[in-house]
């Protein structure tokens, strides 16, 4: 990997957060503006999410169908934003999978095409050995257990994970694992907090919780849900910070309503010309009409 621009957050500083006991903030962004947002507000991490599937690219209710360009052209608009912030992009499903040389090759395209400085991938087992070698080549990984949306079929639906002892005890061994195999950071999603607890304790590497608890070493929500632009039924562990989607439809709908009255555009918006221009304009218009 290059040297990061002065300015940008370093990765071992996550590490270090961790040990200072200084928590790490992360939201998911998907263009420009929230790319902005996100630095303005001194957000650390910024997570291209494959959650674009579903909040910004109208795939209802999986993450599945998100394709690489689809992912790939919204990491780069984020990477082009954002300065200090550490951009994650997110692998999606059927980029990884596969094998371990084509994990790696769509990897590379992350970093390369879309200037992402990390990827994340979901799952342990098979995956471990995608996660050693995007990190052999180069390419600092976040990995991502418990709730893991692409195989949330596979799972019984999105529902929460390790609530059972021996649950429970898996994730902690999945979470041990991806530390081994080389992952810088590990997304807990959906699991108790106790759980949460113990593996945030076990591993050196910071963990990420969304639905995880409060003793994780930082949080990462949704940015459309925490700022109230989606719409519908939404996990428990989310907090609204806003309610954006009607203060959006409450401005359209009040443009419409003036652009209907002729009330908009007033005569602060529109444009103006000198008056002998004007007058001019206006006589050789009508001498041009008459003829
Ligand atoms: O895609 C996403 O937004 C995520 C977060 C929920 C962690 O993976």
Redesign the pocket.
């Known amino acids: 990997m290059s040297t990061p621009p002065a300015g940008k957050l370093a990765l071992p500083e996550l590490s270090a957060m961790k040990r200072r006991g200084e928590k790490i903030v992360m939201v998911?962004a998907y263009d420009m503006p929230g790319a902005r947002f996100a630095e303005d507000a001194g957000i650390d991490m910024i997570?291209v999410?494959?959650?674009a599937a579903m909040v910004v690219l109208g795939y209802e209710g999986t993450?599945v169908p998100v394709t690489m360009e689809e992912m790939l052209i919204l990491t780069r608009t984020v990477a082009r934003a954002a300065y200090r912030p550490i951009v994650v992009g997110?692998m999606p499903f059927g980029s990884y999978q596969v094998s371990d040389e084509e994990a790696v090759r769509n990897a590379v395209r992350f970093v390369k095409e879309a200037r992402a400085d990390m990827v994340?991938l979901e799952g342990a087992g098979p995956m471990l050995s995608r996660v050693r070698a995007i990190v052999d080549a180069g390419i600092p990984a976040v990995g991502?257990i418990g709730l893991t949306?692409q195989t949330a079929t596979a799972l019984g639906g999105f529902r929460t994970q390790g609530k059972s002892a021996e649950a429970a005890l898996r994730l902690v061994e999945d979470a041990v694992a991806l530390e081994a195999a080389g992952a810088s950071l590990l997304?807990l999603?959906a699991v108790p907090g106790p759980v949460a607890r113990e593996v945030t304790r076990r591993l050196a590497i910071p963990t990420i919780g969304?639905g995880a608890g409060a003793d994780c070493d930082g949080q990462?929500l949704?940015y459309h849900d925490l700022l109230g632009l989606s719409e519908g039924h939404l996990p428990r562990f989310v907090k609204r910070y806003a309610n954006l989607s009607r203060d959006i439809r409450d401005a359209l709908e009040a443009y419409a309503a003036e652009v209907r009255a002729g009330t908009f555009p007033g005569r602060e918006h529109q444009y103006t010309m000198d008056d002998d221009e004007r007058a001019a304009f206006e006589e050789a218009a009508s001498a041009r009409v008459a003829r």
């Open positions: 998911t997570l999410g494959d959650s993450t997110d994340k991502h949306p997304v999603e969304i990462v949704v």
